[in-house]
Structures are given as C-alpha cells and as structure tokens.
C-alpha cells in the first residue's frame, strides 16, 4: 500500500513537471505588463510563473490565518 502511494507521487510529480515545462515552452514570447506606473516587458512564462507563486503564498498565509483562529482557546464568559 505505501509503496502504490510512493509510486503515485512520483507518477504525479513527473506528469506536474512535464506539464509545466510545455507551458514554459509554448509561453516565451514577450509580453508588457503594467503594475501602477511601471511597465515590465517579460516572458509570459515568467508572468505566468509569478502569478502562481503569488497565488500560492497568498493561500498559505490565508490557511496559516484561520488556522490560528481555530486553534485559540476558547474564553469562558
């Protein structure tokens, strides 16, 4: 049973890596993005990429939030 599971994450792990390596590959051309008054010309695969770490690291800190909220001892009235 451990080893099948093993061996699904593994199987997953690759499919995730190649999946994201053909988006790197089909998203190289340059793309101008605006933030405020900057303007950035970059890979999309690199826009991309940024979006999802933010995305990512916003939703950690959000699950870290209201973890902590269910975790505070109760005070009794």
Known sequence: ME???KRFK???IAILTLL???IILQNTEQVETRLLFLS???PRAILLMGTTLIGFALGI???LFFQ???HE???LP
């Open 3 to 5: 080893q099948d599971m």
């Open 40 to 42: 950035i010309t970059m």
């Open 61 to 63: 800190l959000i699950s």
């Open 68 to 70: 902590r909220k269910d």
């Open 20 to 22: 994201g390596i053909i």
């Open 10 to 12: 593994l199987i997953s």
């Open 73 to 75: 001892p109760k005070k």
